[in-house]
């Protein structure tokens, strides 16, 4: 069995030996990922462009998904990854909330929310982009945002 394990810096060569004397190998690219949640700590790593990039996930703005492409928006900067968007939900933290099938924001970037037609918002963010809360999700963006 391969996986891809996702944990802090310090806890992952243990985890690995752990996992190997059991059968178990570790490897980057794999479609089943354990990831040790018991970290405080709020990085996350994503491959982007054949490159490993360490984020605290404070500094994600959002995350949208275009075909295969993830695109992480940041404040000042975009990120690319093939990593699934369901993969990338799994490593966000609480302040992020899922509002349209192709877009997941965090809730502590939002700018201003615009109220749309037909049970849709407009939500602002503060690097200037702007995302559709479409009718699916729009009470459960209620919910969470306590609206």
Do not use: W
Not at 86 to 107: A, G, H, P, R, Y
């Amino acid at each position: 069995m391969k996986i891809k394990l996702i944990c802090e810096k310090t806890k992952y060569e243990s985890l690995k030996l752990e996992l190997e004397s059991k059968g178990i190998k570790v490897v980057e690219e794999s479609d089943l990922v354990l990831i040790d949640n018991s970290s405080t700590n709020n990085q996350i790593r994503i491959n982007s462009k054949g490159e490993i990039v360490l984020l605290d996930s404070t500094s994600i703005v959002a995350v949208e998904s275009f075909d295969h492409d993830i695109h992480i928006y940041l404040l000042d900067e975009e990120l690319v990854t093939r990593t699934p968007l369901k993969e990338v939900k799994k490593l966000l933290t609480d302040s992020f909330i899922q509002i349209s099938q192709s877009v997941i924001v965090n809730k502590h970037s939002i700018k201003k929310i615009k109220n749309g037609f037909n049970y849709r918002f407009i939500v602002f963010m503060n690097n200037g982009k702007q995302f559709t809360v479409t009718k699916s999700y729009y009470y459960k963006f209620i919910e969470e945002l306590d609206l």
